[in-house]
């Protein structure tokens, strides 16, 4: 019943709104035509005292009191035309009054749902379909309720995290190693989480997850980047290249964590692997074999040289192959590796255009840049 009150009180507010401007122009035109009425019968008036005071003579008189009586005669005749304005009028306002109201409520009976009540909260949890926000909500209940749920603190974790909430993320990862035992996925995910909070540092207990992920999955090829990365971190630049080396010699060819691989090899002084004969090997800016070969006699200067050189023929591929998705990545990581910021920061640009950064292209190039302390900003705009 609120809802119908509301609904004719608004109604009302809105033809009121809409008539006023007809009643105030049908009452401008009354004021206007009884205006010139006046002035006109002021104008006889002194007409008179002219004609008794011999300041015009009685021809002039006469001639000038047709005149004003021939105006005042036609304002007078002009409610005659009035009943065809009033009756425009009245079909506007019977338009606006009836039709509108009439109209509307008939579009809303057939699309609306007058019958459908409002949706509370406890509703919308118990129906949450694809809303991850309620979804998360409706998972916090049942956690705060059953604390116990391992399986609940398991799936919940990785959703905080991809949210950016990293602090419930560490917790949730905590509990659910605490609840269900310590995995591989859990260790290096929880390891992961602390990296984040730590400006992608390797803590040291971020190093002692991966170590203890390694004792439970000895071929963890990321917990062996991550420890690898903390030598290089710690500034043990061979012991880290000698990492890198040995978790690529172990990856496959095609493996998708090959390519930032070779570029810390780079990075920390050796010369990246040649990948084997596969699709992988023939992407454009890979080096060949006869490049590594030619790289293990370089000196440091002129295997960065050889380095950058394969980098900027990366670049010139992409330009006539702007789809290669994966090259984009490898491009823009190796311009980081290379310290190179402005071109990191272009050939983002360039990738984003072919990947706008709304599809799940865009998105992991976005979080690419993050990673590597790219700004991201201009480059989506």
């Not at 992407?283 to 030619?294: C, E």
Request: charged share 25%.
């Amino acid at each position: 019943m609120l809802f119908w009150i509301f609904v004719a009180v608004l109604t009302a507010a809105v033809c009121a709104v809409l008539l006023y401007p007809l009643l105030r122009g049908a009452k401008a035109g009354r004021d206007r035509r009884a205006g010139e009425e006046a002035v006109y019968r002021d104008q006889l008036s002194e007409l008179d005292r002219d004609r008794a005071e011999g300041l015009i003579t009685d021809a002039e008189a006469d001639y000038a009191r047709a005149e004003i009586g021939r105006r005042l005669l036609a304002v007078a005749a002009a409610p005659a035309d009035a009943p065809r304005s009033a009756g425009g009028y009245g079909l506007t306002q019977a338009f606006i009054v009836v039709a509108l109201p009439v109209v509307g409520l008939c579009l809303y009976l057939l699309v609306g749902h007058p019958g459908m009540p409002s949706q509370p909260l406890a509703a919308r949890l118990a129906n949450p379909g694809n809303d991850m926000a309620v979804l998360i909500v409706k998972a916090e209940q049942h956690l705060a309720q059953h604390p116990e749920d391992g399986k609940g603190w398991d799936v919940l974790a990785p959703i905080y995290f991809k949210s950016m909430r990293v602090g419930d993320a560490e917790l949730a990862y905590r509990h659910a190693i605490a609840l269900l035992g310590p995995s591989p996925e859990r260790l290096d995910s929880l390891a992961e989480v602390l990296m984040a909070t730590s400006e992608n540092v390797v803590t040291d207990e971020a190093q002692d997850l991966l170590r203890q992920s390694l004792t439970l999955q000895p071929d963890n090829p990321r917990a062996e980047f991550y420890l690898a990365l903390a030598l290089e971190q710690a500034g043990k630049t061979g012991e880290a290249k000698a990492a890198f080396e040995a978790l690529a010699k172990a990856s496959p060819a095609d493996a998708p964590w090959l390519p930032i691989v070779q570029e810390h090899i780079a990075r920390n002084g050796g010369a990246p692997e040649a990948p084997a004969d596969t699709a992988a090997a023939k992407a454009p800016g890979n080096p060949t074999a006869a490049d590594v070969a030619s790289a293990e006699t370089m000196n440091a200067g002129d295997r960065m040289q050889m380095i950058r050189g394969m980098v900027a023929t990366l670049d010139a591929r992409l330009k006539d192959d702007p789809d290669n998705f994966e090259g984009w990545m490898r491009l823009i990581r190796s311009y980081a590796v290379l310290k190179d910021d402005a071109r990191a920061a272009d050939a983002l640009k360039r990738a984003l255009t072919a990947f706008p950064p709304a599809g799940a292209e865009g998105r992991q190039l976005v979080a690419l840049a993050r990673e590597l302390g790219l700004a991201t900003e201009d480059a989506q705009q």
